[in-house]
């Protein structure tokens, strides 16, 4: 999946991180999401940068409407959050996305 790496770190029990980027494409994005949530999890898509939270806010809207052929609805919980970046300390949006 280019532009779209899925650390495998968790938060909190059953979160998985995606972090995004301005080049990600929103339906990979989208597909990945589905897949963490359909597995029970919940996921946390993390953004830095305006053209990075515009491709994640589309992935939680595609994943929405994924998961809604499954009679799944999905909610989403914008936060801000500090992130390591090549060592340096960043802020970063974070979508938690879970079933409602």
Known sequence: MENIENT???????????KVSARSMPKLT????????????KAEVQAVGAGAANQGIKAV???????????????CRPMFTQIQIEEEEKTAIAMLVEKL
């Open 61 to 75: 809207a595609i994943a929405r409407t994924y998961m809604q052929a499954e009679d799944v609805d999905l909610i």
């Open 30 to 41: 989208a597909g990945a999401i589905a897949a963490v949530i359909r597995e029970g999890g």
């Open 8 to 18: 495998g770190n968790t938060l909190r029990t059953g979160t998985e991180i995606i």
